[in-house]
Every structure is written in C-alpha cells, then in structure tokens.
C-alpha cells in the first residue's frame, strides 16, 4: 500500500537521504532502523508532508502524495506521532481526541451555533470513539486531565491513540519506545502488534535500537548515514554483515 | 561583590541620567522660525534627579530587596493555590458576567447623559476585543491592523447610508459582512506567515487601508470624513425631534411623551449592550465548538495539529474572519454612534489600544477582556490629568504584562468539554 | 531629456533617503539576526536620536557656537550617546526578561516600548512638529533644460558620505574586531556561542548599542533633510526600515543595506510619477509582496522549519 522510491531529501549542500526505498504491504510492520543521524526522521518528514522531498517518490495506495502538503496526507491516511511526543499539553486528554476528529465533526459554523441534531450527534460519536480509545490504551481514568500532566509512558500512549482516532490505515511511529522502561515497551510492543491484528492497520516505526523491533516487525529496512544499506526479514537483518559491522563500528 | 554592585548602581544611574536628562530636562520651544532651548521647571529637574537617586539605591542593593520582596506575601493571592475546579470556575464567570449585564441594564437610567455616551463607546470597545481576542488569544494570531476592519465596518455604513439611504438595520449585517469578507481576503494570502512578520504585514494592511481612507477623497472625503450618519431606528421610529426618512415615525411623537435627547443616547446604549452581549455569547459558543478546539490545538502546537490533518490556513482564517466579523459590527454601531467619520479614528494606535485590552484582560479570557476594556476606558476619563499619560501607561503596562504575566490577569482557560462515563 | 533630468533627479533623493534607510535597517537586522526579534521600538530610539540632535544644535547655537563642522559633530555625538544607551536601557528592561519564551511575547513587550517612548517624547517636548534650521545649505546645479534643473545638495552629499563612512566602520568592526567576531558567532549559533565562553549577554547588548548610534546618525541626517521632527518621526521611518531590512533579507547586513537603497528609490520614484500619498502604500505593497513570495528577501538564507 505505501511504496517509497529512491526518496533523497537535500538540505543545501548536505544530502540527508540519499535513495532510500521503502514499501509496506497491508496488515505489515515495517521497521527503520540505523544509528542516531541516519535520517531516519528526515525520511518521516518527507512521508508525512513535512518536507518535499529533492528527489523519488512517495505512493500511497498507488496515488503519488511526494510533496503534498502535511495535513492532505495525513486526511488520506497515513498519521504519525513524533521522536520527542507532541500533545496538546494544555488541552484535557479527551479533547486532545477530539481535536483529531476534526475532520469528522460537523464543522459547520452555523450548525454548531445552532446546536442542531447532525452536529450532536458526531460530537457525541467523536466522544464515543475517544472512549473507545482511550480504555484501550488504559486511560479512560485520566480522561479529563489535561494531557500535560501526565506520566510520560502515559503521553506515548495517548499519542498513538490520537492517531488511531482519525482512522488512519498507516501509521508511522518515530522512536515510540524512547524513554519507556522495559515493562512499558513491552506493553507499547503488544500494543503495536494488536493494531496490526484487530485493526487491520498497517505500520512504519522507526528505532535506533535493533533488540526493540527485532520481535514484532516483519521486515526491516536499516539505513546508515543517509542511504539504504540493508533490507529483509529480522532473522536476515541479524546475520547481515554490512548491518553488523555499521553497528559495531560505530558502538 | 559589594563594589561590583555599587559599580553597577552608579552605572545604572549614569543611564537614568543620559536617557532623561536630554529630553526631558530640556525643552525645545519654537517661536515664529526661531527654536529656543529652556530648562524644565525645576520640580521636573528634580524629580529626574530623584529617579536617577531611585534606581542607584535599588541597584545598590538589589540583593536585599529582592530577599525582602521573596518575604512579602505573593501579588496574586491566587499563584499557589490550586485552580478552581472547571465547573466551579464556569459557573462563577457566568455569575458575574450577568451580574455586569444586569447592572449595564439599569446604568443609563440613573447616570447622567455623558455617562451613558461613554458606556456605549466602553461596549463598542468591548466588542472589538473580545473579536480580536479570537484571534490573538485563542488563535494565538497577532493581528496588528485589526482597525481596518473596524474602519470598513464604519465606512460601509456611511457610504451607503450617503448613496443609498441604507438604515442602521440593513449595514449592520452589511458591515460586518463586508468586513469578514475583507479579513477572508486579506488573511488568505498572508496566514501561512510567521507570526511575527504576520503582525508587521497585518500592520502594513491597516496603514494601507487608512492612507485608501485618507486619499480616495472623490470617494471617502478624504480627511474630512463623512457626516450625516443616521441614528438607528426603533420598528421605524426615529428618535429625533423631527422626522428625516420617508415613512418613519418619530418615538417622542408615538409614545405621546415630551422630545428628549435622551431617549437617543440611552436607545443607541442599549442597542450597544445586546450587540456587546450577542458578541460575547456567540464567541463563548465557538470556544466550546471543534473550530475553538483546533485554534487552540493551532495554537499550541502547529506542527502536531498539521499532522492530524488540521489546514492550518483553513484554521487561522476561520479566526481572522470572524475578528473580522465583529469589529465590522463594532464598527457601524460607532458610525451610528458618532453620525460622523474619518481615517483618523482608524490609526495605527487605535489597533494598539485594543490589543492593550487583550493582553491586560489575559489573552483568551472573556470576563478579563470585559473588565480590562471597562478601565482602559473609563479611567482616562475619571482622572482628566491623567489621560495625558494614558498611551504612556499603556505602553508601560504592556511591557510590564509581557514580563511580569504574559497571560494576562485573569488567565485564560477555555472550558473543557468532559468525557462523562457511567461504569 | 527633460524626462531624464528628473528621472535622475528622483533616483538622487531615492538613494538618500535610501541611504538613511539602510543606516536604520542595520539595527532592525542585526537584532533579528542575533536573537530573532523585531525590535519595534528602533524607529523611537531614531527618533530620539533626531530630538537629541535638535537639542545640542539649539543649545549649541544658543551658546554663541558658531563653527558649523563643530556643532554637528557634537550634535552627532550627543545624539549616538542617548540613543546607544536607550537602546540598551530597552534591550535590558523590556526584552531580556522575555527572551526566549514564544515569538510574540517579546514583539508585544517591543510594541509597548514604542508606545511608551512615543508618548514620553510627546510629553517631555509636545506633540507639535519643531522646525530642524537648514544647517547645510546649497548645492550642484545639473544640466537645466529651462524647465527643470537637476541638483544635488551639499545636504544629500553630506548624507551619502556619512553613511558610506558608517558602513565602512561597521563591515570593518565586524569582521576584524574581537566583539565583531563574536557577534557573528553569536548570531549563526546562540547556544553554542555561550558554550564556547562568549558573554552572549553583553554581545545582545552590543548589538543593541551599535543598531541604535547608526539609528542616531540616521536621525540627526534626517532630521537635517527633513526640516522638523515630532514624536511620530520614528514610527512611519521605523516600518520603513524595517521594510528594508525584510526586502535585503533580515539578518543580512549587506541585506539591509540593498533594501534600504532599494526602497528609497521606489518611494521617490513613486512621489515623482505617481504621487507622494502613494509612497507609503507602495512600500508597505512591498513589503507584504516579499514576505508572500520570497520572505527570506534577496541576500538571506533559507530557513528549515524544525520538526
């Protein structure tokens, strides 16, 4: 469903990304992998309309999206959450939900002043899913706090269910287990793994840290310095020399 | 350590000096073509003196007033403790919002005439903060030509009313129409800027608008304006002594009382108080609504809000648009109000004013818009001498609101909507 | 040849003003370069610098002075000195205790600074416009055709050497003196900049010092050109520099100095074949074309936005 072709991001004169080529099949979690600084998140970036990319190519269900703008990709489908997590620290952590239904609500101005049936209705609908969520993730009691206050496993966690809220059919993850304990990664990586199974989505993450992905993805593409260097199943990625030495060399 | 702090105190004091001394001890005076130079009254000399003695005496010993400040109790009684609950708040605010309604119902029946015209201006100002409180404080938009809008409020409905005999009924949606219209296609272009070259742009549009205003004087008279603004009717009655529009009525005349010019003023306040209190609820309505929501989230954070598939562009323009809107609506109720205009009650300090109201009523908070909009009003007028130094304290005050309490007095805090669950 | 005389006539008093612009531009700039505000209260600091000048002239004169070189030069002084330190003053007490919390709360803090300083001129010295004597009088007569005679006063030349010697001294202190060094450290990368032991402190400060003696020399040259001054003098010269920094491309100092020269000759160009109301609309039309199509302006880099 999402097919990346020889994708280079230029920044003046340093080449961040350099072909690097990506595809994920439905119902599949595909990893990123490689050292900090291989433009791993440069790659998200161009993904998710951050960036235009200088070069390649972007297909999302056979529809070229390179270049279009941040917030049309994301409407199409493809949702992310980000390396250092970024909430809505000052809004409650239902709203925070609801602020990803957007584009589900009755926006109509007139409706909402008025109040009329239509526009309740999907406001309750919206809040019906953002429960649904939030108990899945196991923050039903934290509902109306506001995100900021809570714990940091908690806000990884809330992340990912605001994405899963505006329905989306990828979602790209960057460093998701960055800062958990072991105990709060495993949980992260089931939950992963039941997002594939019972919600049919398919997902990219990113992670500098093999051991993490090695159980759950079912490929893995390692980039190093900008350029592809290995992809294949976690059982090839773990006997690729090229990816042995990128990674001893540099630990 | 203690030399260090006196070296700096003296210092300190040197610049007080520099910066004072020249301009304001010394006082250009021009006679026919000649300038001649005078000293200040001696109290002014002194008084620079004694400042300059101030701030060596608070450098000096800076350490041990600062450990005596630590030891006051706090300005804001309300810094430590926790947040009222949300529902207490809320109710609260409303109380006292109604409270100020019901007060502003019996105001014009007790106070003088005067009053009563300046209440109606502290309404018109109301709602143009709380319209441009949309936009800078729940859109976090700093929009510093915000009187342009304000100014085509005004002028669509002295034209019209000068080429067509257009009611005050029929421009005050017209204004506002045209003035939303007009923030749709000014903000388009100009919202995907960064938010401080959007107020220098903003600011740009808003000379650009008045020197329009200024120029185009076929159209617009020019600096001279527009009279003959008509008053607002009531079901067709006017509240003149003589009857000007065709099949009008006069109110002294139906009612079978005595002509007052009363009546006018008092109907005009009245008519400001239930356009100030629509204003108000409508804004409250779309704090609570998805548009409030994605401001807010806008506002917070653009690049989160962006990747959840917010348009950034469709988000800020629904805010400039409706801050449009309202000062559009303020606007004709101060042409109705002044039956007179001109470019130069649509300048650059005008929008600065307004702002002022913003950001000491803390950004985003409606009851803190209301009261700072009540005494940036009204205490220039209560103390005469002192609205000479009404733009000083302004200034001041909103360098000192910037450093001290960037979110305003009363912080804002939108309501939240509540998850609601029966286990 | 009648249309070239005065289209060369519009160019000479373009690139005055223009000039004088850029002297202003300098400091909008390097302040944006360095801690990335708009210093809105610059075109004041101006303004107070051409107040300041007035009074030396008037209190000089006044004294029996006599010697024209003399009294400007103690007027320039005077006027760099009063400026420089309420740049400081301003930078100390309305922006250094908002930096770096979000983008608009110092601007805000920067527009109250204006207003303040606006109206404690207003009150210290009136609102009225003060008449500026005509110190330097006369100037070159150009081909005439009878109709129209091109000239270039002693005024104007007084005003582009001024400035080139200014901006000589700036691009000579940048590059090869110890605090120029630093501030160009301190302006590619304030956090390293601090790491590496640069006092970033006083090179903020420094760079308010420097933005406004160049404001101060700019207002006594166009307060001279001018003829009077009053308490709005600064705020409509003030957008105009800024206009020009923006245009050059904010944070570039040869930037600002092609904006300034650029906007000067648009607006005498546009008081010349269109009409002098126009002028301020043309450079605010400007200034809002550049930052929609190209906001990093003709010599400024790009910026990546940081995700």
């Known amino acids: ?251 | 350590m203690a030399s260090n702090n006196y070296r700096h105190a003296v210092f300190c004091a040197i610049v007080t000096l520099i910066i004072s001394f020249p301009i304001l001890g010394l006082n250009l005076e021009a006679q026919g073509v000649n300038i001649t130079l005078t000293g200040a009254k001696t109290s002014t000399i002194v008084a620079i003196f004694l400042a300059a003695g101030a701030v060596f005496v608070f450098q000096a010993f800076r350490d041990s007033f600062s450990g005596l400040l630590g030891k006051l109790p706090k300005l804001n009684p309300l810094a430590d403790k926790e947040p009222m609950e949300q529902s207490k708040r809320v109710k609260l605010e409303s109380w006292i919002l109604t409270g100020i309604v019901v007060l502003a119902l019996f105001w014009p029946f007790v106070v003088s005439r005067g009053s009563v015209d300046l209440a109606t201006l502290v309404l018109i100002y109301i709602m143009l903060a709380l319209g441009l409180n949309v936009v800078v404080g729940l859109a976090g938009l700093l929009d510093l030509g915000y009187v342009a809008f304000y100014a085509v409020g005004a002028y669509t409905f002295a034209l019209l009313s000068q080429y067509t005999g257009i009611s005050f009924w029929m421009a005050l949606p017209l204004g506002a129409l045209l003035a939303g219209t007009f923030g749709l296609l000014l903000g388009f272009p100009v919202l995907r800027l960064r938010g401080d070259y959007l107020a220098i742009v903003t600011l740009g549009f808003g000379e650009i608008i008045r020197i329009l205003l200024n120029n185009w004087t076929s159209l617009t008279g020019g600096p001279n304006g527009i009279g003959g603004i008509p008053e607002p009717t009531l079901f067709g009655m006017e509240f003149g002594r003589r009857v000007k529009g065709e099949g009008n009525t006069s109110f002294h005349e139906t009612f079978g009382i005595a002509y007052s010019g009363e009546h006018k003023v008092i109907f005009l306040y009245l008519i400001a108080l239930v356009l100030a209190v629509i204003t108000a609820l409508i804004i409250r309505r779309f704090m609570r609504m998805p548009v409030g929501r994605a401001w807010e989230a806008l506002r917070e954070d653009e690049i989160a809000a962006r990747s959840l598939g917010l348009s950034r562009t469709a988000v800020k323009l629904s805010a400039f648009t409706i801050g449009a809107f309202f000062a559009g609506f303020a606007g004709t109720v101060f042409a109705s109000k002044q039956g007179f205009i001109s470019p130069e009650s649509f300048v650059f300090l005008e929008s600065a004013i307004i702002l002022a109201i913003v950001v000491l009523g803390g950004m985003g908070s409606q009851l803190g818009v209301i009261l700072a909009a009540i005494a940036v009003t009204i205490l220039p007028e209560l103390a005469r001498e002192f609205s000479e130094y009404r733009m000083l304290i302004f200034g001041a005050a909103m360098v000192l609101m910037m450093v001290w309490r960037p979110q305003g007095l009363l912080p804002m805090r939108r309501i939240h909507i509540k998850l609601n669950r029966q286990e | 040849m009648q249309d070239l005389l005065y289209f060369s006539q519009q160019l000479i008093n373009g690139l005055t003003i223009g000039s004088a612009y850029a002297l202003i531009a300098i400091g909008y700039t390097m302040v944006y370069g360095i801690i990335g505000m708009i210093n809105f209260a610059h075109g004041e600091i101006y303004m107070i610098g051409a107040y300041t000048a007035l009074i030396a002239i008037t209190g000089l004169t006044a004294l029996g002075l006599a010697w024209l070189p003399l009294i400007l030069i103690v007027a320039l002084v005077c006027a760099i000195i009063v400026s420089s330190t309420m740049g400081w003053a301003v930078e100390r007490v309305a922006y250094r205790p908002v930096r770096g919390r979000h983008r608009l709360i110092p601007l805000i803090s920067a527009i109250g600074m204006s207003i303040f300083l606006q109206n404690y001129v207003h009150l210290a010295q009136g609102s009225r416009n003060i008449g500026f004597p005509l110190l330097i009088e006369g100037g070159f007569k150009f081909g005439s055709d009878g109709h129209f005679e091109m000239s270039l006063s002693y005024m104007q030349i007084t005003i582009f050497v001024t400035t080139l010697i200014c901006m000589t001294v700036l691009s000579l202190f940048i590059s090869r003196s110890r605090t120029g060094r630093a501030c160009r450290a301190v302006s590619q990368d304030l956090g390293m900049a601090s790491l590496l032991g640069i006092d970033t402190n006083r090179i903020i400060s420094a760079t308010f010092i420097i933005g406004a003696a160049l404001a101060a020399v700019a207002g006594l040259l166009l307060g001279m050109y001018y003829g009077s001054v009053d308490p709005l003098f600064g705020f409509i010269a003030g957008l105009k520099a800024f206009t020009a920094a923006v245009l050059g491309g904010i944070g570039s100092i040869p930037g600002a100095m092609l904006g300034g020269l650029i906007l000067g000759v648009s607006e005498s160009m546009t008081s010349g074949y269109l009409s002098g109301e126009y002028k301020d609309v043309v450079s605010f039309g400007l200034l809002i074309l550049i930052l929609l199509f190209k906001p990093t302006g003709l010599l400024g880099k790009p910026e990546v936005e940081k995700i």
């Open chain 1, 1 to 251: 469903m999402l097919e990346v072709q020889n994708l280079s991001m230029r920044f003046g004169g340093l080449l961040a990304v350099d072909q690097v080529s990506l595809n994920v099949q439905e119902r599949e979690i595909v990893s990123i992998i490689g050292p900090n600084g291989a433009g791993k998140t440069t790659v998200f970036n161009c993904m998710s309309g951050f960036y235009k990319p200088t070069g390649g190519k972007i297909l999302f269900e056979g529809k070229e999206v390179q270049g279009k703008p941040d917030y049309r990709i994301s409407r199409l489908g493809m949702v992310r959450t980000f390396q250092h997590v970024r909430l809505f620290t000052q809004m409650s952590v239902v709203e925070n939900l609801l602020v990803a239904q957007h584009r589900h609500l009755n926006t109509n101005m007139l409706a909402g002043l008025l109040g009329t049936p239509n526009y309740r209705a999907r406001e309750q609908k919206a809040l019906d899913r953002a429960a649904y969520w939030l108990e899945r993730v196991g923050l039903l009691e934290s509902a109306n706090r506001d995100a900021g206050n809570l714990s940091y496993g908690q806000q990884r966690r809330l992340e990912i269910a605001r994405c899963m809220v505006t329905e989306p059919k990828l979602l790209m993850l960057d460093e998701p287990a960055a800062g958990l304990n072991p105990a709060e990664t495993q949980e992260l990586n089931q939950l992963i793994v039941s997002l594939k199974e019972d919600y049919n989505v398919s997902v990219v993450l990113i992670e500098h840290d093999m051991s993490l992905v090695m159980d759950i993805s079912d490929r893995i593409n390692v980039i190093n310095q900008g350029r592809p260097l290995a992809c294949g199943t976690p059982e090839e990625i773990r006997q690729n020399d090229d990816v042995i030495k990128a990674y001893l060399g540099e630990e």
